[in-house]
């Protein structure tokens, strides 16, 4: 079967589960979809959607749970879905206030602490021709429950040490709009644990790419947003 023709129901249970588990951070089950959607479905309408979808390869069932976590395959078709919609949300807003360029790494660093107050994920901002990359969220990111798992925690430090030392790589890959890389479909990094959502603005006089990194079970709807206000609001900007 292809995506595309999934009924709608079994979208609308894809979607749920993807945002019950980036709550929760625990595998979803049928019953906690009876209990926390409207769906106007059974018990076992839920339960055969959700062997399809991961017969489709969209979730998984980790070893001895009964409930299920979203793939790699899972996450980007839930983005696609989310995507239509934020032209109809009320984005965000980022107190964006700088009047030169002389105040833009205060200001960078004001507005990153904001995003990371409300994404808990890691910011990362590269000015390149002044060769400055600036970082804010480690106190917001070490508190995710997957990087209490020493792996996990040992992955995510090597994938910010990757990112940090070719920023200017990712500089070059990104044009214009915002850019999301799921898992492993990420051409910067072999591991499969991670987002990172890039952009870059196109009117600044000043090069800069704007990175945002967390786990993959991370808030799409309100990180994509967040990002895309950013990158609209510099582009109004003259810096």
Known sequence: MSI???KER???ILRCLVEEYIKTAQPVSSFDLLEKYHLNVCSATIRNDMLVLTKEKLLYKPYSSAGRIPTTKGYKVYVQQVSRDFSKRVKPRIKINITSKEDLKNSLSKIFKEITRVTRNLV???LKKEDFLL???WKEILLEPELENDLYRKKFLGVVNFVEKKISLIEK???GDLKIFI???NPFYRYDDFTLICCKPQNCSEKIVFTLLGPKRMSY???ISLMTELLNEFNKLNV
């Open 4 to 6: 595309n023709n999934l």
């Open 10 to 12: 079994q979208k609308i």
């Open 124 to 126: 990362i901002g590269y």
């Open 135 to 137: 970082e804010e969220g």
């Open 173 to 175: 890959e990104v044009n």
């Open 183 to 185: 898992g492993r479909e």
């Open 221 to 223: 709807k309100k990180n």
